[in-house]
């Protein structure tokens, strides 16, 4: 089974693999399903790719856009 090597989480913003054209390589998780969608926070392009091709190709979770736990 092939395990997600970086653990990301809707609303996250991530560095991937390769930048995107537009020179910005920061892109914010705006849909988790069997698709993930990715918007880039440079030109606010998006695009849609199968979760198994998001793990290849994200380098990292770059900030959490939702604590996990409120510990209140
Ligand atoms: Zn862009």
Same mark, same amino acid.
Not at 29 to 41: L, S
Not at 46 to 72: H, L, T, W, Y
């Given at each position: 089974?092939?395990?997600?090597?970086?653990?990301?989480?809707?609303?996250?913003?991530? *560095?991937? #693999?390769?930048?995107?054209?537009?020179?910005?390589?920061?892109?914010?998780?705006?849909?988790?399903?069997?698709?993930?969608?990715?918007?880039?926070?440079?030109?606010?392009?998006?695009?849609?790719?199968?979760?198994? *091709?998001?793990?290849?190709?994200?380098?990292?979770?770059?900030?959490?856009?939702?604590? #996990?736990?409120? *510990?209140?």
């Amino acid at each position: 089974m092939a395990r997600p090597r970086v653990a990301f989480d809707l609303n996250d913003v991530v *560095e991937m #693999k390769k930048p995107h054209p537009c020179g910005t390589n920061r892109w914010k998780i705006i849909r988790m399903g069997a698709d993930i969608r990715i918007k880039c926070q440079g030109c606010g392009h998006s695009v849609m790719m199968p979760r198994s *091709e998001f793990n290849r190709k994200i380098k990292k979770v770059v900030a959490n856009g939702q604590p #996990k736990d409120d *510990e209140s």
